[in-house]
């Protein structure tokens, strides 16, 4: 099981989640890595047991770089979980990271979704 404090909340992963946790062990070491399928080739967010486009289980962890377009957000107003409080309002987004754009087709990308934060890790305002 893997535990961690963020914004003042205990948070837990379970063991049986082994994609996760190797997922968010990488994270807290400051290195963003994805899996890519070996048979596809192609990386995929979020970590799961198999690729979406060959059902192969084997993967490889692959450090990517987190830079990209900004495909979708959502300003967060109402924050349901009390530890983001103080941070509203916050930003949430949807990228499409310049790494395997347009693979497998043309219109599709690798898309991550998360906060948008200040280079020193806080919640960024919307500003």
Known sequence: MLQGEYLGMLLTIEDVDKENIAYFNYCDAGDFRLHRGKQSGLLRYPPTTACPWTRDREYDWVSVEGK????????????????????????????????????????????????????????????
């Not at 377009?69 to 941070?87: D, K, L, T, W």
């Open 68 to 127: 990209g377009e900004v495909h979708s957000y959502n300003e967060v107003h109402h924050a349901i979980q009390p530890a983001f409080r103080p941070y509203v309002p916050y930003m949430l987004l949807l990228v499409d990271l310049d790494t395997q754009k347009g693979q497998p087709t043309e219109h599709e990308a690798l898309r991550v979704a998360g906060n948008l934060v200040t280079p020193d890790g806080t919640l960024a305002p919307p500003e």
